[in-house]
């Protein structure tokens, strides 16, 4: 088994302050959904990446086998995690095809409680599209193993991740986030 290596930060500046203070999350913060998400959705993102470099003739490697190294997982493992990552991007997709043809249906009848109803269910299966191949996951690697595999997920998406706060009376956002 590979010993684990320390994640690289994408900079070292300070992230921009954006109508507020920013507000850093530690791993353990960080709900399990929002984790998994991000991180399947980057490592499905590193995937399609190293295949379009080994079709265009390059060295794929670094791509392939970056996550596997920086978390110290062996060869079995590192495949069911990149099995769940590519499940999670493929449901999230087609998802997300059904909800912009749900969105845009209720563009034109607001009123429509059962489309309504049905952008309600697409949001409930796209947080299943990330948990169920999370639990499939704990399943096949174990406790131990996917205790240590959770661990380093949530520290690789805590170094990235920051929330900005908006100030009192601040402008809402596009969608009134």
Known sequence: MRQPQAIPKPHNRPPPQLNGEVAVLSPRDIPQE??????????????????????????????????QGAFG????????????????????ERNRQSIGQTV???????????????????????????LGPVEQLRAELGPRRFAWLDQQVRRHVAANLKIYRKRAGAPTGPGGR
């Open 34 to 67: 929002l984790a998994y998400r991000l991180f399947l959705l980057e490592l499905a993102a590193m995937d399609r990446a190293a295949d379009s470099a080994r079709a265009a003739g390059k060295n794929d490697a670094p791509l392939r086998n970056y996550f």
């Open 73 to 92: 997982l062996d060869p079995a493992e590192f495949q069911r995690l990149l099995a769940a990552a590519r499940l999670c991007a493929s449901l999230r």
């Open 104 to 130: 845009q249906a209720l563009r034109l009848s607001p009123q429509d409680a059962q489309l309504r109803s049905r952008l309600e269910q697409l949001h409930r299966d796209n947080q299943a599209a990330v």
